[in-house]
Nanobody, 122 residues
Framework: VQLQASGGGLVQAGGSLRLSCAAS????????MGWFRQAPGKEREFVAA????????GYAESVKGRFTISRDNAKNTVYLQMNSLEPADTAVYYC????????????????WGQGTLVTVSS
């Protein structure tokens, strides 16, 4: 499976963006999918994850209530709907895939996309 993230851009505080992560390959539905982000000078951090069926999700406290992760296994795509964006959300966002668990650690994820930049202006 290869991952391709898209949908980043420049948005004003309070605005919304939807990120997409398209996966190649026939085994997408077997993977737990996650979104991470990395701001300049900071470590990569967990944002959200979704299980293979889409029935279970998890979020970082900083985005809970504002971001929603979802997936469409028929389209081999996972999404991150981001609402009420804040300047602190500015980062490169990465999608990742895991065959192991819905974990928050980067080491739990086996495959990574190339990242898409989200910039939130105040």
């Amino acid at each position: 499976v290869q991952l391709q993230a898209s949908g980043g851009g420049l948005v004003q505080a309070g605005g919304s963006l939807r990120l997409s992560c398209a996966a190649s390959g026939r085994t997408f539905s077997r993977y737990i999918m996650g979104w991470f982000r990395q701001a300049p000078g900071k470590e990569r951090e967990f944002v959200a994850a979704i299980d293979w069926s889409g029935s279970r999700t998890g979020y970082a406290e900083s985005v809970k209530g504002r971001f929603t992760i979802s997936r469409d296994n028929a389209k081999n795509t996972v999404y991150l709907q981001m609402n009420s964006l804040e300047p602190a959300d500015t980062a490169v966002y990465y999608c990742a895939a895991s065959l192991r668990s819905m974990a928050t650690m980067t080491t739990a994820y086996d495959l990574w996309g190339q990242g898409t930049l989200v910039t939130v202006s105040s």
